[in-house]
């Protein structure tokens, strides 16, 4: 899988939107970019994953650089409920580089 | 839906004592993931499973480790002996499909003593 790489730490204001960048300069044309997030003592949960467009869904949205180099997690609104580590995840879509592999992560801390 | 099951969400033992972790995964999902966390190491792929037979044990850390799927709705994850090393946070994940989302329990936390 790609390697990519996340800041460690980022502070966002409550009621702001939290945007999250990824570097993944090395990803394949059949590789996903996926993104997780882990709030203190519970399991990984996905958020959002694309290839090459933008998504959205009810918790974020995904901008994917149009050289697919790099994307930006993007939180509209964020609460306090937010705060965790947001892991983005370069997947391939068969076999075994569909193994979701975990960096260390940006650490999100939404503040008052 | 319950979502993927995991128990038991704590474990101590001491140290050369077995333990099984176990996991019920979410009904419907062929695929199945064991996952380590510890502080130093992050999350680590330990093994997962696709209708039920091993596909990737390379992150197995050793022979110590083992891991079974009898049927679609269990899988366990045993150590023997146990050794204070493995303690850390287990995370069981499941998937519909192998490029599908996935799915984790909240994790058994086991402390090794």
């Known amino acids: 899988d790609a390697k990519t790489t996340q800041p460690p730490s980022m502070d966002c204001a409550e009621g702001r939107a939290a945007n999250l960048p990824c570097n993944h300069s090395?990803?394949?044309?059949?590789?996903?970019v996926y993104w997780y997030r882990q709030i203190h003592s519970q399991g990984p949960q996905y958020i959002i994953h694309g290839l090459k467009n933008n998504e959205t869904n009810e918790m974020a949205s995904l901008i994917i650089t149009e050289d697919r180099k790099s994307s930006t997690l993007i939180l509209p609104h964020a609460t306090l409920r937010d705060t965790a580590v947001y892991y983005c995840i370069v997947r391939g879509d068969t076999g075994t580089a569909s193994k979701l592999t975990f960096g260390t992560g940006t650490r999100l801390q939404v503040t008052l | 839906d319950a979502g993927v099951i995991q128990s038991p969400r704590h474990e101590v033992t001491e140290m050369g004592q077995e333990v099984t972790l176990r996991c019920k995964p979410i009904?419907?999902?062929?695929?199945l993931f064991w996952y380590r966390q510890t502080m130093m190491r992050g999350l680590e792929l330990l093994i997962y499973f696709n209708n039920n037979v091993p596909i990737d044990d390379s992150g197995m850390p050793e022979d110590r480790f083992s891991a079974k799927m009898p049927n679609a709705s269990f899988s366990t994850l045993k150590i023997q002996p146990s050794e204070p090393r493995d303690s850390a946070v287990y995370f069981c994940?499941?998937?519909?499909?192998?490029?599908?989302?996935?799915?984790f329990g909240n994790g058994t936390r086991l402390t090794v003593t």
């Open positions: 090395t990803i394949s044309g059949n590789e996903y």
């Open positions: 009904s419907g999902h062929d695929y």
């Open positions: 994940a499941s998937s519909l499909q192998g490029n599908s989302p996935l799915h």
